[in-house]
Each structure stands twice: as C-alpha cells, then as structure tokens.
C-alpha cells in the first residue's frame, strides 16, 4: 500500500465537509479536513460585529432533522423565531418611486396578477405556485426522468399557468433567489424547492416555523469542527488532487503535499474550478463543474440612526426593483418591536455591479437608493458592513443554480465519485435544499466511502 497521511482527507470546512467528515470520524478512520479561510462554516457566516446577523446560513427550518440534531447533539442551543417572523412579514412593495402597502396592492393598478391571485405579494407568489401546481410527489422526484419535460426555463412554466409577461417580471424578475430572471433558471429547480418546502412543513411542529442558533448559525459548524479528533488544518489552500490507484495526492499553494486512501472535496463550484484534478473528470461532469452557474448576492448592512418608519408610516422593510434590493429590517428576538439594523440583500446583475465598487462606494450608493425612494430615510442610516458572496474568492456565488436544460443535461452525474475522490455541497443535494442539504450530501459522500471500503 502505498504511503498515506490520513485515511479521509476532506477539503472545506463547509456544513457538508463537517458533516462527512464527523461521520467518518464515527466510524474510526483518520481524518484531517481542510479550509482555506482562518474560519470554518463556509457559507455558513455569522456578522458578529452586527450582533450575530447573519450573512449566510439565516434560517433552520422547523424540519430540518439532521441540522436540528447536530446542534443537540454538540450543544448548540436554538431559538425559534416564529415570534419574530410575523414582523418581518410586514414589508411593503416598491415600483420606481411609488412606495405600496401590502394592503393596497390587490386593488393597485400596478398589479397584474390573475384576478383570483390579486392579493397574493410579488415576493411570495412564485413559491406559491411552485407549491400550488407542484407534480412532485417527493422531493428527489425531481431528478425522475418523467418530469424532464419540466427543465424548461421558469417563464415557459409560468406562462403556462396563465400568467402574463408582466406578471412574471414582479413574480420572479425582482430580487430574484436564482439566476437573473424567470430566463436564467429551469422550472424543474423551483419545483425541486417548493416540494421541498412543503415537506418541510409536514415534518415542522404547528407550533415552530423556523429555528435559528442562539449567538449565530455559525456557532453550530464551530461546534462540529470542535468535535474533530483530527482537527481542521485553517489557511490550508488546495491547488491540485491527484487521483491515483491506491491514494489521493493533494498539493497545497503553501508547496504542502499531503496523501491520503480518499478525498472529499466538499468546496463549492466557482472554488473547484480552481483546483487542477488529474486525471480529467469524465467529459460531462467535467463540463458541468465548469459551466453551471451561481447566484451573486452582495449584503450590506446598515444601522438606524432614527426610526425614519415612524416618520412616513410605511414598514421598515422594503422589497424593491431598485439598487437596493430587498431592504429587510432584522430585529430583537427578546423585544421584537425593536429594530436593530437593516440588512440590504442585492441579487443577479444589480449585485455583480455593485462588486466593481469599494465597500465604503457601496454603502454610500445603497444609501442613496433607499435615500431616493423613501425620503424619510434622508440621513438616519449609516453603513456598517458589507458581504459579497458573488467576489468572495471562498465562495464564488452564494449557491449554485440549474439553468433551463442544465438538470437534465448534468444532475444525474453531477456528484459521482471520481475513482477514490468525492464530491459533496449543498449544490449536490437530492432530497433537501439549504443546510439540510449540505448535511445531506455531506453524509452521502461519507456512504460512499464506507461502500469502498
């Protein structure tokens, strides 16, 4: 055999690495993970400054089974938010420099929703429909080959539905969660997510509709590293792997080389590409790690100086078709009625533009934004921070994304192991989405070993 320094290399210190790797660890082999940052969690990533505002990783669902358990299981306490969520319920719409409450907008002559779907709000009426004309039985159902006629772009399956052009440009065009707009994503990934989410609420206590961790999300991939008999190697950058008979060769940009009988790579897309593998992945897999796409999403966050709300009537929180984005009000869970700061989230072009700019232009454009359609606003905001996940070298984009015709064409394959190396991230997911996911493919790679051995 061939000389080796671990049995399990992992390469990431994301929620899905740690998941493998803790349950390798389990099983008694040797494992060494490895990050690039000088902290672990990846895009799991707690604004401390801000009071534990969180930049990535927001939300546990009330069902997530394994993420709920790991922070039992490493004493990570949660908090249930559905106090807080009804406040964060009450934002109001903004088109152009009209400003419209969400009581007004069934009747707005703005709205060009289906007569019968007038009250439903802009932000929330494509999850609708994805649950509503959900043919999903499951959710891993949407990789069955009899739903393929349903990779087509979200605007061919809306506008089947009945809606209108227009109706989709407020329905999927603003702030949208995947791609730029209802072209740049397949219909068969929205579904994969609605179906999801309603089984997320078949799995959640009536009672709970979300959890988040006390002293930030963060705190529960900490604890998962913490609990590592092997460590996490910080500021370790991955350049190459060598995938060879008997082992698995990294080489670090420190001139590190370490070996070890398998590798994970649990790192996201826009950071694999950076890493040379040899030999090749296999022609198509190959071509999807460097094709598919992930969603530019830049936070910039901001603290009130005055509760310029009181001053115009509107809700403190804002969703908007201008730079700014969806301006979301966070707030105090011990007294809800408390804001604590503002947090803009800018996705697709808006947000790649804003990258081009330093952080302290940032801020100050995002100001004048919110500044040009509320006036109220003139003056009582002051920028704090800023997190770009499209320009974070670690990251490349907060979450991969299939366009029209991608799941078909890559999804099947999309995470087969690559002789002793593997493959896990939220992105590779078959069942759940967000840090469920991550878990998921996390413990799936770990499987995948164990078969191996």
């Given amino acids: ?32 993970v490895l990050e690039a940052q000088q902290r672990v969690g990846g895009r799991i990533h707690s604004m401390r400054q801000l009071g534990s505002g969180e930049a990535g990783g927001t939300y546990i669902g009330a069902g997530y089974e394994r993420v709920i358990a790991a922070a039992s299981r490493h004493g990570v306490p949660l ?29 707005d ?45 979200a605007r061919t399956w809306l506008r089947g539905l009945g809606l209108s052009d227009a109706a989709i440009a407020l329905a999927y065009g603003m702030n949208a969660s995947f791609g730029r707009d209802a072209d740049d994503v397949s219909a068969l990934l929205l579904l994969f997510r609605g179906a999801f989410s309603k089984a997320q609420r078949a799995l959640a206590p009536k009672e709970s509709v979300g959890l988040t961790a006390r002293d930030g999300v963060q705190r529960i991939p900490e604890a998962l590293a913490s609990s590592l008999r092997g460590g996490v190697d910080l500021g370790r950058v991955v350049t190459a792997i060598s995938v060879e008979h008997e082992r698995v060769t990294l080489r670090c940009a420190d001139s590190t080389t370490l070996r070890a009988r398998q590798v994970v790579c649990a790192v996201p897309l826009g950071v694999l590409r950076n890493i040379a593998i040899d030999p090749s992945l296999p022609a198509r897999q190959g071509e999807a790690f460097a094709r598919l796409p992930s969603q530019p999403l830049m936070q910039v966050y901001l603290a009130p ?11 403190p929180s804002l969703f908007t078709d201008s730079g700014a984005g969806m301006i979301a009000a966070a707030r105090n869970r011990s007294n ?54 499209g320009a974070d070298p670690y990251a490349g984009g907060a979450w991969a994304y299939f366009r029209p015709g991608d799941v078909s064409r890559y999804a099947a394959n999309l995470g087969a192991a690559h002789g002793r190396l593997h493959f896990c991230g939220e992105h590779l997911a078959v069942e759940s989405r967000g840090m ?11 499987a995948e070993i164990f078969a191996q051995a």
């Fill in 336 to 389: 809800p009625t408390e804001v604590t700061s503002i947090a803009c989230w800018i996705t697709g072009d808006a947000a790649a533009a804003l990258d081009r700019l330093p952080a302290d232009a940032i801020g100050r454009a995002v100001i004048a934004e919110i500044e040009r359609i509320r006036p109220a606003a003139a003056g009582a905001l002051e920028f704090v921070a800023l997190h770009s996940w």
């Fill in 305 to 315: 100086k005055a509760k310029f709300w009181e001053r115009d009537g509107y809700a």
């Fill in 79 to 107: 908090v249930d938010v559905t106090p807080v969520l009804q406040f964060f319920r009450e934002q109001d719409l903004v088109l152009g420099t009209r400003i419209i409450r969400q009581t007004d907008w069934p009747g």
């Fill in 436 to 446: 469920e996911g991550a878990m998921e493919s996390g413990e799936r790679a770990a």
């Fill in 1 to 32: 055999m061939a000389a080796v320094d671990r049995d399990v290399i992992v390469v990431g210190a994301g929620l899905a690495g740690l998941a493998a790797a803790t349950k390798l660890e389990a099983e008694g082999l040797d494992v060494l």
């Fill in 109 to 153: 002559p703005a709205n060009p929703f289906p007569d019968a779907d007038k009250a439903q709000l802009p932000w929330s009426y494509h999850r609708t429909l994805t649950v509503r004309h959900n043919p999903l039985e499951r959710p891993q159902d949407w990789l069955d080959a009899r739903f393929a006629d349903l990779d087509v772009s």
